[in-house]
């Protein structure tokens, strides 16, 4: 006798329990009932109904004007940065100016500035400290109530 005995050992028996398992069949999809306005549009193909102009345009003449920007950051430059940074901006009123160097996560590294600085455009320098590592930094530079935000990378 051999030490398989017979050929039957080694064969896979076919897997009847796939064919009994049965599918559920669904005979009729679940409705879900909610009131939702249809969507209509307030305007046709980028045409604006005249009565609306006319009635937007009073609402504007009501509302008091939106102040006028007080910062304008021009240029931020050279960038990279190596060890002195130039700011050309404009004020369009006597305001304090602070110019901060911010770290990936928002931690202030450095104040590089914070003086009352007159109206105009001008040009601001100043120097980066030694102590500054090699990467992407923020300038945060805030003048009154705004402010704006440049990525800078320093060498």
């Known amino acids: 006798m051999s030490v398989f005995g017979s ?3 080694f064969a ?6 796939i064919n009994s398992i049965r599918s559920k069949r669904i005979n009729k999809t679940p409705q879900i ?3 939702i306005p249809t969507y209509k549009p307030k305007y046709n193909l980028g045409f ?3 009565s609306d ?3 937007s345009s009073k609402t504007i003449a ?9 910062l304008s950051v021009i240029k931020v430059y050279p960038n990279p940065v190596d060890d002195q940074i130039n700011l ?4 369009d009123k006597e305001s304090n ?4 160097i911010m770290d990936l996560l928002g931690n202030e590294v450095v104040t590089l500035s914070n003086e009352r600085v007159s109206s105009g455009e001008q040009t601001k320098s100043y120097t980066i400290p030694n102590r500054l590592n090699t990467g992407i930094y923020f300038l945060k530079i805030v003048a009154g109530n705004e402010t704006v935000v440049k990525r800078i990378s320093v060498l």
């Open 33 to 35: 009932k909610v009131n």
């Open 7 to 9: 050929a039957n050992v």
């Open 53 to 55: 102009i006319i009635s």
């Open 62 to 70: 009501q509302t008091p004007a939106k102040q006028d920007k007080v």
């Open 12 to 17: 896979q028996k076919p897997d009847s329990s």
């Open 97 to 100: 100016l602070s110019v901060k």
């Open 88 to 91: 050309l901006l404009r004020l």
């Open 48 to 50: 604006i109904q005249y």
